[in-house]
């Protein structure tokens, strides 16, 4: 059984302030989910391949193919002001 002092003693280790119903509330929930994981054991299991993930492919990159670049000249054309094939813009970050 999980009581509110061992909530308090390891929000303590983990420097996390906790009111004392905040303790209380998180001690039933921790003893929920472990009464949860306890059922879980009880699950017959045996004659199930183990699966090291849930995916059944290792590859997931796809296939690129070459192919046009983005066509930029509609933008720069619609820019107000432009650079060396640049869009230029305000400054907006200091060198500091």
Not at 17 to 23: F, Q, R
Not at 68 to 92: C, I
Request: glycine share 6%.
């Amino acid at each position: 059984m999980i009581f509110p002092k061992d909530v308090k003693k390891t929000a303590e280790l983990a420097r996390i302030k906790l009111a004392a119903y905040e303790e209380k509330e998180l001690a039933g929930e921790l003893e929920s989910i472990l009464g949860y994981i306890e059922k879980l054991k009880e699950v017959e299991v045996s004659g199930i391949a183990e699966a090291s993930h849930v995916f059944h492919h290792n590859d997931f990159r796809k296939d690129e193919e070459p192919k046009e670049n983005f066509n930029s000249v509609p933008l720069l054309e619609a820019a107000p002001e432009t650079e060396r094939g640049f869009v230029k813009v305000k400054k907006v970050l200091d060198k500091g």
